[in-house]
Nanobody, 120 residues
């Protein structure tokens, strides 16, 4: 099996910073794209940022210039550095990985989510 475990959420004041981490473990052969999604109360889940195993990144327009996604392929870990946080960034953040398992099966896996709250 494969597990994704997030860490790094919490409460921060507007203008502050947080760094989220997501480590994948288990029967992993390779991971293609990894990404961070978020879901605020009453809203649909949205893609915040993604990164391929080659390092190509994409960002939600509202976070460009404030958030940076990166990954360590050797550790099967993806990070999200969030700066200049705004109250509208408040949400549960989920990581996602497009995993090819050692048995050859390809599936999307999700973490359990970590709460980010931006409030004074």
């Amino acid at each position: 099996q494969v597990q994704l475990a997030e860490s790094g959420g919490g409460l921060v004041q507007p203008g502050g910073s947080l760094r989220l981490s997501c480590a994948a473990s288990g029967s992993i052969f390779s991971i293609n794209a990894m990404g961070w999604y978020r879901q605020a109360p009453g809203k649909q889940r949205e893609l915040v940022a993604s990164i391929t195993n080659g390092g190509t990144t994409t960002y939600l327009d509202s976070v460009k210039g404030r958030f940076t996604i990166s990954r360590d392929n050797a550790k099967n870990t993806v990070y999200l550095q969030m700066n200049s946080l705004k109250p509208e960034d408040t949400a549960v953040y989920y990581c996602n990985g497009q995993v090819r398992r050692r048995d050859g099966v390809r599936l999307d896996y999700w973490g359990q989510g970590t709460q980010v709250t931006v409030s004074s």
